[in-house]
């Protein structure tokens, strides 16, 4: 905790017993008021430590809620960027008691700087497009990205490179002399009133604190608010930077918490100012506005516009480019990749980015925390499910750490982990784990987000899966479980029905709950219902994603398991085995733990057709899997980790010289 030095030889350094000292005087009586009042002339250093000290005893809290609430002394300390784990366990801490810090903040700065209403904006935001509607086609770059979708989803992740570079070249700052010559005759920024510098300066530092910190509703009230001034502000010097950099904030905040409605306004927006960006504009900042459009076209499944977006933030990463704005670009990517299947150059950007994050911020900073959570998407996506599960804990290890435990960022490393975990022990039946974390992260978003979230969908979908799981082990031990199966229908159809809300019938997640459904019915031997849920995924991932993705292959092998197991359809199982362990191995290779239950299912084909040689083929190739996972179980032998620390634009021509690691079709087995 504390700034100054520490001496070896004492238990109680001099600067702690100081600060201890300062902060016991401090009560609620009027005696001392005067003392609490005095607080801020300390220099920024020691404040923010006697503001720490203080967030840790009870009977301070309200008191430091009050003077944290001023928008003057916040200031200071957002400011102070060496503070900025302090100021972060501050307001968890604020948090856990019920000091609801961030909201007096978002409306505090509400109150002082927004402006005037004028004409309809208000009314714009209720006839904004659904949240699941293309983007508009308003400019050139955004019916270029709009076109990215049908049948071009099935290019390959060359193809999608090309494109990006080919579609999106306008859209790089260019010289821009009309705009340039406006801008040197505009008003310097320390010509502008001090009230509208203190707008942009205090808007900007604290909407990206409150998204950093977990609040964002609180930050979109801030980021909102500054971005409706900047617009009718009178022209000034770097106004274009200003506004792209806090709509670029803006996308982050509102994409995060799902909200893309207004996520789709402020994409609209970053394409209205694109004719006027010119040259001048700092490639760093360019490269985090294509980022954050990447990330939300993630965040609504449209993965072949997310890729494209993340590739033009790669080309404007600069080696100059700060380590935060270096590590978002790489993390975004990488998702982007993973999502492609393209996991050679995910691995190269993942594995860069928790460096960058480990070294220059440390292991218990956020950054770090971020990097790790993806990076275990990574490993869980290329089958290293047992590395996966250990770097989720932890990254919940340093989130919890950070942010407490009721905490936005803390239930999405809570489910992330619940999903790890379900996803480990399929085969051992023991789901105590993945129970504890998701049960975890659904009470922490019914606190949060209203009771229709996607967010607060996205965790019942996880706690739905685990209890048909748990219902079928009950089952088998002659219990009856119907109630939760029951449940877990109910939670299901509640995800389903938000999700063809949001994002329509032809999304991948949408197709997603279909087939969980499938899986579901299957169990309660609602067998035709079953049919109709798996076909409807297939169909729907197969034109979005291709034939040959691995969410295609998951839904071919659970109608091949309900054609096999239960609707005796054994030539139409067959087939679909066949298609599941195809792009299996495509994708995987042999040890890949998804092919034992396609090896099984043939088997059971084979011997119930007797058709006894394709059935020892089949035995056969399972015993020889067995072995080889056995010698892979604890080891990511595919994508070891990158341990090279790679300068940035060792990464681009890594990133952008990379072939796609392209696996043969895999011949029938020899008789």
Known sequence: MAS???????????????????????????????????????????????????????????????????????????????????LLRIVAALMASNKALPRRLSDGYVDRFALPEIGTEESELDEAQPAGAKTVAGTGAAAAAATVTGAETTATTMDVVAIAASCLNHMTPKENHAAAEAEAEALSMDELPDEDVMAIDLGLRLGSFLSEAGWMQESIAVLSCLNERLKRMQAFQDGIITRLDCLQRLLYAESSLCNFKLAQKTYAELMEINSLLTDSVPAPLVAMAYTQISSMYYARNEYNNSHMWSVQAMRHLEASAPTRVAIDVLRQAAKACVVKRDFARANLLICQAVRRAREHFGPNHQKYGDALLDYGFFLLNVDSVFQSVNIYKEALAVRRGIFGNMNFHVAIAHEDLSYAYYVHEYSTGDFSCAQEHVDEAVKIMKTLVPSNHLMLASAKRVKALLLEEIALDKIADG??????????????????????????????????????????????????????????????????????????????????????????????????????????????????????????????????????????????ILENWQQLRGQNITQNSSYPAIEVDYTIEQVKSKFFSMNVKRVPTPPEPKN
Do not use: W
Not at 70 to 75: A, E, G, P, T, Y
Not at 519 to 543: G, P, S, V
Not at 583 to 603: K, V
């Open 4 to 86: 100054g030095q520490s001496n070896n030889n004492s238990p109680d350094p001099l600067y702690d017993l100081s600060l201890m000292a300062v902060v016991d005087c401090l009560d609620c009586k009027v005696t001392t008021l005067k003392r609490i009042s005095k607080l801020p002339e300390l220099p920024d250093n020691l404040l923010i430590d006697v503001y720490e000290l203080m967030s840790q005893q009870a009977d301070l809290k309200d008191t430091l809620l009050e003077e944290l609430s001023h928008l003057d002394i916040f200031r200071r300390l957002v400011r102070y960027t060496s503070a900025r784990g302090k």
């Open 479 to 620: 219990m009856d479980e119907e109630g939760l199966l029951l449940q877990s229908e109910e939670l299901h159809n509640f995800a389903l029905q938000l999700s063809l809300e949001v994002f329509g019938e032809v999304n991948v997640q949408t197709a997603k709950h279909y087939g969980n459904l499938g899986r579901l019915y299957q169990t309660m031997n609602r067998f035709e219902e079953a049919e109709r849920m798996h076909q409807k995924a297939i169909r729907i991932k197969t034109d979005l994603l291709g034939p040959y993705d691995y969410e295609v292959g998951l839904s071919i092998g659970h109608l091949a398991s309900l054609y096999n197991y239960q609707m005796k359809k054994f030539r139409q199982a067959e087939d679909l085995y066949l298609r599941s362990i195809d792009i299996s191995l495509r994708l995987f290779g042999r040890t890949y733990s998804g092919l034992e239950y396609d090896y099984l299912g043939l088997c059971h084909v084979y011997e119930t057709l007797h058709e006894f040689e394709k059935y020892l083929r089949y035995a056969h």
